[in-house]
């Protein structure tokens, strides 16, 4: 397997515009996590999901940022209108369902999005 | 979820054993231990996970007591390519959802 892949890598837009972040998880895995980091918060959990629904939207600091998961295979997180507070790398992880493998995640290469 | 508490940040010389411990003191009976490392620009990497004495992998060791209220993540001889972030989880998939959330971790510093 090719592990958890992100796209894209690297990511720089103006402010107002909408950012799309995408994210395969590895096969098999039905749980899928999207992570935002920052020198200032750390490691943030913004939204995690089991099976394609989404389970605990939380973090989600606003309205603006929105996740899917269409299929096991696939999910985005968008933020539309992008701020520059939202300059992070956002890093997408998945592992599989229950016991104690539900805690070992593997995650992908994260996405760097600077927001000018 | 448990809370956890490590230190922010170590120094060791090349080539020493690198204890690092954290404190777990509500931990719940079905919790598991996690040890996460995590390298400047990459996304953090499994390294070790158990729930009680010790386990050894070929990475590091992770030895929990008997109370579990705490637990210490050891690297043996570590290397300059040992510098990073070490996270401590504690939480268990019970049937129903577990949220990972990862705490400041410890930034350790592997000096020459």
């Known amino acids: 397997d090719a592990g958890v892949i992100q796209s894209p890598r690297h990511e720089v837009t103006e402010m107002g515009q909408e950012v799309t972040l995408r994210c395969k998880p590895i096969s098999g895995h039905d749980y899928l996590f999207w992570y935002r980091q920052t020198m200032m918060r750390g490691l943030e959990l913004l939204i995690y999901?089991?099976?394609?629904?989404?389970?605990?939207d939380s973090g989600m600091p606003e309205d603006r940022f929105s996740a899917k998961m269409p299929n096991a295979s696939f999910s985005t997180l968008k933020i539309q209108p992008s701020e520059p507070r939202d300059s992070a790398v956002y890093f997408c992880?998945?592992?599989?369902?229950?016991?104690?493998?539900?805690?070992?995640?593997?995650f992908g290469a994260g996405s760097r999005l600077t927001v000018l | 979820l448990a809370k956890t508490t490590q230190p922010i940040s170590m120094d060791s010389y090349e080539g020493q054993e690198v204890n690092i411990t954290c404190s777990h003191n509500?931990?719940?009976?079905?919790?598991?231990i996690t040890w996460y490392q995590q390298f400047p620009s990459q996304g953090p990497r499994f390294i070790i996970q158990?729930?009680?004495t010790k386990v050894t992998n070929e990475v590091a060791s992770l030895f929990i007591p008997a109370d579990r209220k705490s637990s210490t993540l050891s690297l043996p001889r570590v290397s300059l390519s040992d510098t990073a972030v070490y996270y401590c989880?504690?939480?268990?998939?019970?049937?129903?959802?577990?949220?990972?959330?990862f705490g400041t971790g410890t930034k350790l510093q592997v000096i020459p």
């Open positions: 992880a998945s592992s599989f369902p229950g016991g104690k493998e539900a805690n070992v995640l593997t």
């Open positions: 509500n931990i719940a009976t079905n919790d598991y």
């Open positions: 158990g729930y009680k």
């Open positions: 989880l504690v939480g268990l998939y019970s049937g129903g959802y577990q949220k990972v959330t």
């Open positions: 999901f089991n099976n394609n629904v989404p389970i605990d």
